[in-house]
């Protein structure tokens, strides 16, 4: 018997929490989705058209030379924490439909910065365009 990967995801998922109807947003692997389902089927509402949020994630961290360890996003979270400058990062909404190239495009365009490279040699803090500081 053939199983889908992505539905035995959330079939897990209705199982631990008992839920009829969910709205799931799936992030797995090269997938980005939101998926509803109801009367015994499911539905995708809208999904990512080109990159998935965690490819994103795993080349955004690699640009920063962020550790993969424990994960990508984690290191990229605390190091937000950290952070000092509001960056606007560019964003493309369509319907349900996600974009996360823009992002990542945007990220390797300010890693290229001589402000970011400067300071990222240097070990200091880096100051990045935008930064009023």
Do not use: W
Not at 14 to 28: A, E, F, G, I, M
Not at 34 to 44: G, K, N, P, S, W
Not at 104 to 120: D, F, G, I, R
């Amino acid at each position: 018997m053939g199983v889908n990967h992505c539905i035995g995801h959330i079939e897990m998922g209705r199982v631990v929490t008992h839920s009829d109807n969910p709205v799931v947003l799936y992030v797995s692997g090269g997938n980005t989705q939101v998926i509803a389902y109801a009367e015994h089927r499911y539905r995708i509402f809208g999904e990512t058209i080109d990159i998935a949020v965690g490819n994103c994630l795993d080349r955004v961290a690699r640009l920063l030379h962020l550790s993969n360890d424990p994960a990508p996003g984690y290191n990229i979270e605390q190091a937000a924490k950290q952070g000092m400058v509001l960056l606007d990062l560019p964003y493309t909404v369509k319907g349900m439909d996600m974009s996360f190239s823009g992002l990542l495009s945007y990220t390797e365009l300010l890693t290229k910065h001589p402000l970011y490279v400067a300071n990222s040699n240097s070990n200091r803090k880096a100051a990045l365009p935008g930064d009023a500081s």
